[in-house]
T-cell receptor
Framework: ETGVTQTPRHLVMGMTNKKSLKCEQH?????MYWYKQSAKKPLELMFV???????ENNSVPSRFSPECPNSSHLFLHLHTLQPEDSALYLC????????????FGQGTRLTVV | GQQLNQSPQSMFIQEGEDVSMNCTSS?????WLWYKQDPGEGPVLLIA?????ELTSNGRLTAQFGITRKDSFLNISASIPSDVGIYFC??????????FGKGTLLTVNP
């Protein structure tokens, strides 16, 4: 299944680094999402984009900065992260923002050292 | 915030056994989704439910949307080793926001 593709799969970064996560969807969907998955916690919705417009910023710290240049691509720019930001970051897409049936990418395993 | 109570947290079963897990909430949902996540991968959608009382199957998997709209269950029949993974329920309303359970870790012993 290559409907939603995330790169890189793994990332180790220092607290002073700047990096970006990339997500691409080939499903023709209009809504894209960033989720954070930490151990023993439910999936946490971070950002939602609908037709390239950000419609949700779920109280996420400013050290996480999303970008959606078009309906097929979504980025998450990272800078001055903390060790507690280490987690699996999942991108998802859905037909539109009124559709709750989300399809996920494989995730980026992020480790902040 | 909204919470889903998913149980059990983990299950250890023998190959061939049937499995049942469920999610409950104090709030009503319009959609219930069940996902499976393998280690190092993202969640994969198994079954989507859209109507109260709906019973839907996908191969050996069967899920039901509770009549009160506050719960859902997932059954797996005749489990096989590749059923191993974490199963998540998710409740949705008339927007894009999904509320996820904490997951059920399933281990199948051959």
């Amino acid at each position: 299944e290559t409907g939603v593709t995330q790169t890189p799969r793994h990332l180790v970064m220092g607290m002073t680094n700047k990096k970006s996560l990339k997500c691409e969807q080939h499903l023709g969907h209009n809504a894209m999402y960033w989720y954070k998955q930490s151990a023993k916690k439910p999936l946490e919705l971070m950002f939602v984009y609908s037709l390239e417009e950000r419609v949700e910023n779920n109280s996420v710290p400013s050290r996480f900065s999303p970008e959606c240049p078009n309906s097929s691509h979504l980025f998450l720019h990272l800078h001055t992260l903390q060790p507690e930001d280490s987690a699996l970051y999942l991108c998802a897409s859905s037909q539109d923002r009124g559709n709750t049936e989300a399809f996920f990418g494989q995730g980026t395993r992020l480790t902040v050292v | 915030g909204q919470q889903l109570n998913q149980s059990p947290q983990s299950m250890f079963i023998q190959e061939g056994e049937d499995v049942s897990m469920n999610c409950t909430s104090s709030s009503i949902f319009n959609t219930w989704l069940w996902y499976k996540q393998d280690p190092g991968e993202g969640p994969v959608l198994l079954i989507a439910l859209y109507k109260a009382g709906e019973l839907t199957s996908n191969g050996r998997l069967t899920a039901q949307f509770g009549i009160t709209r506050k719960d859902s269950f997932l059954n797996i029949s005749a489990s096989i080793p590749s059923d191993v993974g974490i199963y998540f329920c998710a409740g949705g309303r008339s927007n894009y926001k999904l509320t996820f359970g904490k997951g059920t870790l399933l281990t199948v012993n051959p």
